[in-house]
Nanobody
Framework: QVQLVESGGGLVQAGGSLRLSCKVS????????MAWYRQAPGKQREWVAT??????NYADSVKGRFTISRDNAKNMVYLQMNSLKPEDTAVYYC????????WGRGTQVTVSS
């Protein structure tokens, strides 16, 4: 079983930046795919970015502004978010896409206009 703990959320003005962190612990040896998702109020959870040994992928809505990365030595996954927009406001979740999928509890990101 994998445990995930997100941090780094907060309140930021439009155009600003935040870096989210995800601490991964537990049975991490089987995890290849890590991802970030987000859920805005009244909306379904949506995929934001994925990182594997082969590279990264991003939702169109964040491409060019967000960067996902990982530090395997520290068991950490990051999401650097630049040029933030009010529509980026959501709870951001770290996910380990194994079997089963493991989720963190989320960290709130609020972008003011």
């Amino acid at each position: 079983q994998v445990q995930l703990v997100e941090s780094g959320g907060g309140l930021v003005q439009a155009g600003g930046s935040l870096r989210l962190s995800c601490k991964v612990s537990g049975s991490i040896f089987s995890i290849n795919v890590m991802a970030w998702y987000r859920q805005a109020p009244g909306k379904q959870r949506e995929w934001v970015a994925t990182i594997t040994s082969g590279g990264t992928n991003y939702a169109d809505s964040v491409k060019g502004r967000f960067t996902i990365s990982r530090d395997n030595a520290k068991n950490m996954v990051y999401l650097q978010m630049n040029s933030l927009k009010p529509e980026d406001t959501a709870v951001y979740y770290c996910a380990a896409l194994g079997a089963p999928i493991s989720w963190g509890r989320g960290t709130q990101v609020t972008v003011s206009s």
